[in-house]
């Protein structure tokens, strides 16, 4: 395939994965708009985010079992248009049941869509282009940030909570019929499992898959960058606005700031990964991520503008997922690509309702409203992140032993 062809698919799974991506990063600022229109009490707030999360961890449970059956178009235009779907659900709701309702359908595609999107990217460009290719693909979180959260929350404003369920499902459907007139066929990974002899085309099964090593060892990897990252994300803006004084006015400038540097930075780090290997940006973030953290939240002021802290922890996660999700793509074999990234897509949910979970039990609320406990957080947060670079030693070491046998057996064979 050429270069061309393989920017054109890449931008357009970035535009997919903008809409998954804006889809779930909307709804928890608009709170406290939807639970007056709806009358929630906004104790019961974290019930909405939760029931996203909890069905895109099912449905990558459940789509690890049949999504590499499929053409990849034509999987991925499907669950994009369940997502669509679920989305205008949402502007529909009239009290929390209905609206959590609606959050479980749209997490039930959005899920898949994450692993199809990613599955596409690994299938299409070569490793030594891969991490580029990815940075360019996150980099819709950053654009999510950036643009499309600031704008949803003007819409709120605008025009009530509503309005932005149904902009983003108009949207997905834009993105949806973009998509389709675009792509290609993405058959490639059923024509590799039926001539590997895989059972009726589909490679590896889900427990298959989990008996290998290697596969357990970059789950477990997964799980600990998410936990890392949400042991700590759920109280960030609580600790800023009422711990550390930070005006609600400038929170939306806070994380402008934040989405433009991660937008870089993903940029950035796919080239870094590209020459220099997974582990090494991920010892790099890490150290980043620790300063970091202990600086912004683990003594009780930071000795630093909050802007710097909020840039910082931005820059630092931005390299540590892109060196992350490059070396994951590598660690599945073609034919088994979407099972694989499906059930990551459920560790990865699973592992960040573990790490806010966590947080919760370790913070406590004072008389005059402020929460104890940030220190603990974030100590726990910076010990899981120092472990991720020594887990992403362990699978690329395991990814190039694996390598090395298959180009072996290749060449016993005579297989170029």
């Known amino acids: 395939m050429s270069e061309v062809s393989e920017r054109r698919i890449v931008f357009v799974v970035g535009a997919v994965q903008f809409v998954n991506i804006l889809d779930f990063m909307m709804v928890m600022p608009m709170g406290p708009d939807f639970a007056r229109a709806l009358g929630i009490p906004n104790s019961q707030l974290g019930y909405v985010g939760g029931a996203y999360t909890a069905a895109a961890s099912v449905a990558g449970l459940v789509g690890a079992s049949f999504l590499d059956r499929f053409d990849r178009k034509r999987a991925l235009g499907f669950a994009l248009l369940g997502l669509s779907l679920g989305t205008a659900l949402g502007g529909l709701a009239r009290g929390l049941p209905s609206l959590m309702a609606a959050r479980i359908f749209a997490g039930a595609f959005g899920g898949p869509a994450t692993a199809l999107a990613m599955s596409i990217v690994a299938d299409v460009i070569p490793p030594a282009r891969r991490g580029k290719a990815m940075g360019a693909v996150m980099g819709a979180f950053s654009a999510a940030s950036v643009l499309g959260v600031p704008a949803g929350l003007e819409l709120a404003r605008r025009g009530g909570f509503r309005l932005p369920f149904f902009s983003v499902a108009v949207l997905g459907l834009l993105v949806w019929a973009f998509a389709m007139s675009s792509l290609p066929p993405l058959r490639a990974h059923l024509s590799l499992a039926a001539r590997a002899g895989g059972r009726g085309g589909e490679g590896a099964g889900t427990l298959e898959l989990l008996a290998r090593p290697t596969i357990l060892a970059s789950y477990a990897m997964t799980a600990l960058a998410m936990m890392a990252g949400f042991v700590l994300i759920p109280n960030m803006s609580a600790h800023l606005q009422v711990n550390l004084g930070y005006p609600r006015a400038r929170l939306g400038l806070l994380y402008l700031a934040g989405g433009v540097v991660s937008f870089f930075a993903m940029r950035l780090a796919g080239r870094l990964v590209d020459r220099f290997g997974s582990y090494r940006v991920a010892v790099a973030a890490a150290s980043i991520v620790a300063v970091v953290t202990w600086v912004g939240f683990g003594l009780p002021r930071p000795p630093v503008p909050i802007v710097l802290v909020f840039m910082g922890f931005m820059l630092s996660n931005s390299l540590r997922n892109v060196a992350y999700n490059t070396l994951t793509s590598k660690v599945p074999k073609p034919a088994e690509r979407a099972r694989f990234m499906s059930l990551q897509s459920a560790v990865q949910h699973a592992a960040s309702a573990i ?26 947060s910076i010990s899981l992140a120092l472990l991720v670079p020594v887990a992403m030693r362990i699978v690329e070491r395991r990814v190039a032993a694996e390598a090395e046998g298959d180009a072996a057996r290749a060449r016993a064979f005579g297989v170029d």
């Not at 406590?364 to 603990?376: I, S, V």
């Open 355 to 380: 790490g806010a979970f966590l947080s919760a039990r370790m913070l406590h609320e004072l008389p005059d409203g402020r929460f104890d406990g940030m220190r603990t957080v974030a100590l726990t």
